[in-house]
């Protein structure tokens, strides 16, 4: 009985868990965040194209990480590289040697799996047929730089933007002359043919990362990996992440990348499962040293007051940009009843929200609302920027229209407005209202 009741759970939450992602996706296509890459063709497999709220989102996080990372400090050089590099860097790298993932291939339906995605490495999980022989895929995207077709102008769109920065440290120290410890900071697309993308913007083929390369002396390595690591904790608070939400896995020895000496994974609770939203890596000096080797040029460090010579270890917090949207966009994602009826809005952070506040004049035909609240509109939009003006559809339209895509404040413009100059503000999450004077409105809403 009790194993049926845990079953009947289990799979309860499995639907629930679905039906939250089949929900999100929808809702982000609907109200115009993110829609699938190249639609109208049928697709693009792990592609997605950002529309116009998608991107206000993504734009709040990123600038949310440039704040802390880079502009809140005095020790952080913001960095912008090219994507496509010259192939020597990665083959320095080791990227064009081992960036692979397994892959199998069924014998009969001919489609392709990562083999440590699969339960059971022998059977085909759509068709039940046998699979064929573990290989290694790599998972660069290969193309050519110029007119040429011979292997010289072979390039790859980058798969990670950390080896734009190890190649400019350089350039940075020689323009600079930082002190250690200092870090590079960038945010910029990455690509990965990734034989099974999935789980929405979870695992596609072109993403974003916001990444740091934070250059320290070797024996102070833990005191960097440990601020870091609380920085970016504080980081996920930011983003209106619950503390609990995200979950430190320290990666055992076998299953750290070959450049690792500590690396943990700070996952997050999706709808599919526990899975990795950021890393936190000490890649010790190997990407600098492997960049002497390849390149021929010396990218040591000098001392000016120890008066040495060496090359700096690294430690490196890497972060998904779409894994964070999806991860602030299913956590946000709720529903309950409100007056009496059921709604769905998106509990955002207000320092995310695409919208900020939502002017409405009561009444659509009456012009001295419409231009009152177009006035009040135009004020708070030079102040605050990410303002909204609707007088489309009833008032408790407009609050369910806004409540979807997670505006924290609506504020109306009604007759008494017109008489003694305050509006109505009404609460995305409590739905509560009250009276505000107009004059108060700017410290009030950018509180
Ligand atoms: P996974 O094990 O899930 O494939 P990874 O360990 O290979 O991820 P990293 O190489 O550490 O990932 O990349 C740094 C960050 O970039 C990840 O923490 C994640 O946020 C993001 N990322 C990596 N691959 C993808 C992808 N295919 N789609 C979206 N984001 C990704």
């Not at 933007?161 to 323009?175: H, P, R």
């Not at 009404?426 to 950018?446: F, Y």
């Amino acid at each position: 009985m009790l194993a049926t009741m845990l079953c009947w759970a289990m799979s309860n939450a499995k639907m629930k868990n679905d039906s939250i992602m089949e929900n999100v996706v929808s809702l982000a296509k609907r109200r115009g965040f993110i829609y699938q890459g190249s639609e109208i063709y049928g697709g693009l497999a792990g592609t997605w194209d950002y529309g116009p709220l998608g991107v206000a989102l993504k734009n709040n996080i990123k600038n949310l990480w440039w704040k802390r990372f880079v502009l809140d400090r005095e020790d952080m050089y913001g960095f912008d590289a090219a994507i496509l590099m010259n192939q020597e860097v990665w083959k320095s790298s080791g990227h064009v040697g081992g960036f692979s993932d397994p892959l199998v291939e069924c014998t009969k339906c001919k489609k392709r799996f990562r083999a440590d995605h699969l339960d059971d490495k022998t059977k085909c999980p759509d068709c039940g047929a046998t699979l064929g022989e573990e290989k290694q895929f790599n998972m660069m995207f290969k193309t050519r730089v110029g007119a040429t077709e011979d292997e010289s102008a072979t390039s790859y769109l980058r798969p990670e933007t950390a080896q734009g920065m190890f190649v400019n440290f350089k350039n940075v120290v020689d323009s600079f002359h930082p002190k250690l410890p200092f870090g590079l900071a960038q945010i910029g697309k990455a690509f990965r043919n990734e034989i099974a993308p999935r789980d929405f913007l979870f695992r596609t083929r072109e993403f974003e990362q916001m990444e740091i390369e934070y250059f320290v002396r070797p024996e102070t390595w833990t005191d960097a990996f440990e601020g870091l690591r609380a920085e970016m904790h504080a980081f996920v608070g930011d983003i209106g992440l619950a503390p609990g939400d995200v979950h430190e896995l320290e990666v055992p020895d076998g299953d750290r990348a070959h450049y690792s000496k500590r690396t943990i994974d700070f996952e997050f609770d999706y709808p599919f499962g526990r899975k990795e939203l950021y890393g936190l890596a000490y890649r010790t000096n190997f990407d600098l040293s492997a960049h002497t080797g390849g390149s021929k040029v010396d990218i040591s460090y000098f001392d000016e007051e120890t008066k040495e010579r060496f090359v700096p270890h690294v430690i490196e917090p890497s972060f998904g940009v779409d894994r964070t949207v999806l991860a602030v966009l299913t956590s946000a994602y709720t529903e309950d009843e409100m007056g009496g009826e059921k709604r769905v809005y998106l509990r955002l952070a207000k320092a995310v929200a695409p919208v900020k506040v939502a002017v409405f004049p009561l009444l659509k035909n009456k012009p001295e609302l419409v231009a009152k609240a177009r006035e009040i509109y135009t004020t708070l939009k030079k102040d605050i920027g990410a303002v909204l003006f609707d007088d489309n559809g009833n008032i408790g339209k407009r609050y369910r229209r806004q409540d979807e895509i997670g505006t924290p404040v609506c504020l109306t413009v009604d007759f008494d407005t017109l008489e003694d100059d305050t509006v109505t503000i009404r609460d995305r999450d409590t739905g509560e209202q009250e009276r505000v004077a107009i004059g108060d409105l700017k410290s009030r809403l950018m509180a």
